[in-house]
């Protein structure tokens, strides 16, 4: 299953409110996870079963959708929110190429 | 605390096989549900899963990778074993471990291993 986001790069202002896209090439039903990543770091994880935020996460952190089509809301961005983000199915754990959320 | 951390050799020359070795801690190996994967990221790029091992030795492998890696597990030292055969420049990167929970998605990921294949 491929796994496309889009955009590939989005510039908000802190405080401002971000939305970001994830496509699968087939369903893959609720299988849907959403990570963050920062440089020199592991992915953490935010988002599972496409909208059951990871222990910790802060409630700005939301996912929607269903089937082939999911989205990440980041509202209210705050300065530590501005890094690249994947979505990832784990039927087969593929993930999308990424998208980084930068400072506007 | 879950914790996994990675080890093994920074620089391997192509063609060499690559072993490395994932050391948990804060859960068990043999619980059921349990998993534990091996993921790779390539500089600048997303990460590619490669193999996961379960609680009950069972095992799954990326189609990309099959042909080439191998994931075992040491219950008695807590740890899960990658190797990888007829290592290439192009499988430079940093190789994580992660433990699956039972939902089916990688939780806790290690600090990961940087590996550069050159001669």
């Known amino acids: 299953t491929v796994m496309t986001q889009s955009p590939d790069t989005l510039s908000v202002s802190p405080g401002g409110r971000a939305t970001l896209s994830c496509r699968a090439s087939q369903t893959v039903y609720r299988n849907l996870a959403w990570y963050q990543q920062k440089p020199g770091q592991a992915p953490r994880l935010l988002i599972y079963d496409v909208s059951t935020r990871a222990t910790g996460v802060p409630a700005r952190f939301s996912g929607s959708g269903s089937g082939t089509e999911f989205t990440l809301t980041i509202t209210s961005l705050q300065s530590e929110d501005f890094a690249v983000y994947y979505c990832q199915q784990y039927q087969s754990w593929t993930f999308g190429q990424g998208t980084k959320v930068e400072i506007k | 605390q879950i914790t996994l951390k990675e080890s093994g050799p920074t620089l391997v020359k192509p063609t060499q096989t690559l072993t490395l070795t994932c050391s948990v801690s804060g859960f068990s190996l043999t619980t059921s549900g349990v998993g534990v994967g091996w993921l790779r990221q390539p500089p600048g790029k997303a990460p590619e899963w490669l193999a996961l091992?379960?609680?009950?030795?069972?095992?799954r492998y990326s189609p990309s990778f099959k042909n080439r890696v191998t994931i075992t597990k040491d219950t008695s030292k807590n740890q899960v074993i990658l190797t990888m055969t007829n290592m290439h420049p192009m499988d430079t990167g940093t190789y994580y471990c992660a433990n699956r929970i039972p939902r089916g998605v990688f939780s806790d990921w290690g600090q990961g291993t940087q590996v550069i294949v050159s001669s």
């Open positions: 091992i379960f609680w009950d030795d069972d095992k």
